[in-house]
T-cell receptor, first 116, second 112 residues
Framework: DVKVTQSSRYLVKRTGEKVFLECVQDMDHENMFWYRQDPGLGLRLIYFSYDVKMKEKGDIPEGYSVSREKKERFSLILESASTNQTSMYLC???????????????FGPGTRLTVT | RKEVEQDPGPFNVPEGATVAFNCTYSNSASQSFFWYRQDCRKEPKLLMSVYSSGNEDGRFTAQLNRASQYISLLIRDSKLSDSATYLCVVRFSGAGSYQLTFGKGTKLSVIP
């Protein structure tokens, strides 16, 4: 069974703090992703990574950065947290595949971040 | 432009009913299609892929119409345990093809 774990289920931080969200997967997947999910807006991609030390911007990268020093770990960093970054953050991973219809992303349980 | 639009919902249906969700996508070069299910306060999980010829998995049937850029999910004989949010998901071809684009989801409540 694929397992994606996230460091915290709930997190409360103050405006201006630096925040680290950690994600670890145990299936040796090349691809990892960070999303945020907000009511009425759905899942939106923040950043993703194809390989160690590789990163690509998603649809809403502003205010975020990422780090991928090891294949199994993908970190999301909020350099200076703001109240509009209060959200559910979901990490996902996927293997590379040559069969498009069998492509699947596996999600972690999410971290609900509140910035006050 | 990569967009996936779904029925707004919510759908409230009695047990045993048949319910259908629809989804449209913006890019005709899209590569593959999926339905994910998300239970309340849980992460999304793959429900089923959607194949060009249509496919069935038990009570669930998915259809794809590439000409109309339209995907559907039919649930027959609804169970209480089917209550969840259903996400229409498209993998667009081209640069960044490992990305998935998610619809905003349709909430289903199956009522006793």
């Amino acid at each position: 069974d694929v397992k994606v774990t996230q460091s915290s289920r709930y997190l409360v931080k103050r405006t201006g703090e630096k925040v680290f969200l950690e994600c670890v997967q145990d299936m040796d997947h090349e691809n990892m992703f960070w999303y945020r999910q907000d009511p009425g807006l759905g899942l939106r991609l923040i950043y993703f990574s194809y390989d160690v030390k590789m990163k690509e911007k998603g649809d809403i990268p502003e205010g975020y950065s990422v780090s991928r020093e090891k294949k199994e770990r993908f970190s999301l960093i909020l350099e200076s947290a703001s109240t509009n970054q209060t959200s559910m953050y979901l990490c996902a991973s996927s293997p590379p595949t040559q069969v498009p219809s069998s492509y699947e992303q596996y999600f972690g349980p999410g971290t609900r971040l509140t910035v006050t | 432009r990569k967009e996936v639009e779904q029925d707004p919902g919510p759908f409230n249906v009695p047990e045993g009913a048949t319910v259908a969700f629809n989804c449209t996508y913006s890019n005709s070069a899209s590569q593959s299609f999926f339905w994910y299910r998300q239970d309340c306060r849980k992460e999304p999980k793959l429900l089923m892929s959607v194949y060009s010829s249509g496919n069935e998995d038990g009570r669930f049937t998915a259809q794809l119409n590439r000409a109309s850029q339209y995907i559907s999910l039919l649930i027959r004989d609804s169970k209480l345990s089917d209550s969840a949010t259903y996400l229409c998901v498209v993998r667009f071809s081209g640069a960044g093809s490992y990305q998935l684009t998610f619809g905003k989801g349709t909430k289903l409540s199956v009522i006793p």
